[in-house]
T-cell receptor, first 111, second 113 residues
Framework: SQQGEEDPQALSIQEGENATMNCSYK?????LQWYRQNSGRGLVHLIL?????REKHSGRLRVTLDTSKKSSSLLITASRAADTASYFC???????????FGSGTRLSIRP | NAGVTQTPKFQVLKTGQSMTLQCAQD?????MYWYRQDPGMGLRLIYY???????DKGEVPNGYNVSRLNKREFSLRLESAAPSQTSVYFC????????????FGDGTRLSIL
């Protein structure tokens, strides 16, 4: 089934640095979403980017979408300890009736 | 604002036992979902309900049943639990189906011995 795959699987950076995570998918999409999951909690929606958009910002988050390469990136600027979490991309399925999650990137911020 | 509430938070079952996981949302959302999350595999959709009165299978429905009791509540039932169903189960809801952002509960951690 169509699925976003995040890269890298794990990322460890120093507090204050920028973190970049990538998501690749297989077939055409209507939109792509990014979610965050803190340890032991449910997922929290961060941002949605539509297929006709190339870039979107929300606070310290910047998401880009390249439909020609079937890929998206999530940039977190000036990272903080509270950004330590797993990050998932999600794409709509072929029927656009539901979304499919990738396996996530585990981000650790070192103090 | 409670959002999506799941009960119980933790449960241990023996193989062959049955149980129902409960989920309720107070956001007046039309669509609700059940996922399971296993290490390194992300979330996989078990069942979803696009609107009150409808349910559909997701990617991994075998061994599960669901009931959309009303607009607020969507339950997941394991009729005869198996060790392979040990997982963390998440309920989610969205305004409508399809590509809308989903709101998640904090999960039920289920162990089958």
């Amino acid at each position: 089934s169509q699925q976003g795959e995040e890269d890298p699987q794990a990322l460890s950076i120093q507090e204050g640095e920028n973190a970049t995570m990538n998501c690749s998918y297989k077939t055409s999409i209507n939109n792509l979403q990014w979610y965050r999951q803190n340890s032991g909690r449910g997922l929290v929606h961060l941002i949605l980017i539509r297929s006709n958009e190339r870039e979107k910002h929300s606070g310290r988050l910047r998401v880009t979408l390249d439909t020609s390469k079937k890929s998206s990136s999530l940039l977190i600027t000036a990272s903080r300890a509270a950004d330590t979490a797993s990050y998932f991309c999600a794409t709509d399925d072929s029927s656009a009736s539901k979304i499919i999650f990738g396996s996530g990137t585990r981000l650790s911020i070192r103090p | 604002n409670a959002g999506v509430t799941q009960t119980p938070k933790f449960q241990v079952l023996k193989t062959g036992q049955s149980m129902t996981l409960q989920c309720a949302q107070d956001m007046n959302h039309n669509s609700m979902y059940w996922y399971r999350q296993d290490p390194g595999m992300g979330l996989r959709l078990i069942y979803y309900s696009a609107s009150e009165g409808t349910t559909d299978k997701g990617e991994v429905p075998n061994g599960y049943n669901v009931s959309r009791l009303n607009k607020r509540e969507f339950s997941l039932r394991l009729e005869s639990a198996a060790p392979s169903q040990t997982s963390v189960y998440f309920c989610a809801s969205s305004v409508t189906g399809g590509v809308q952002p989903q709101h998640f509960g904090d999960g039920t951690r289920l162990s089958i011995l």
